[in-house]
C-alpha cells in the first residue's frame, strides 16, 4: 500500500488551500484573484449552511501539510501517486 503525504485530507480542502498558496505567490502583497475570492466564499457559504465544521478542519490540515512550501515544490505525490 502507498503512502502519500496528505494521508486522509480532503481533496477539496487540499486544493482550496492549493489554490490560496499559488494565488498569494503570484500576486504582490497577497492580493488573489476575484475569481478565487467568489469561489472561496462560495465554498464556506455552502460548509456554513450545512453545517460541515470537518470541512474547515480539514483546511487546517491541508495548512499544516503545505506550511511553508512553495508551491512550485508541490507535486502529485503531495497529494497522491506520481504515476
Known sequence: ???FQAGNIDLT?????YEWK??????KSYEVSIALQRVSLDIMAEAIH?????????IAKAVDL????AVDQLGP???GSAS
Not at 480542502?13 to 488551500?17: E, I, N, Q, T
Open 13 to 17: 480542502a487540499f486544493l482550496f488551500v
Open 22 to 27: 499559488k494565488g498569494m505567490s503570484n500576486a
Open 1 to 3: 500500500m502507498q503512502q
Open 77 to 79: 505525490e503531495t497529494y
Open 66 to 69: 503545505l506550511g511553508s512550501r
Open 50 to 58: 450545512h453545517d460541515r465544521a470537518k470541512f474547515f478542519k480539514e
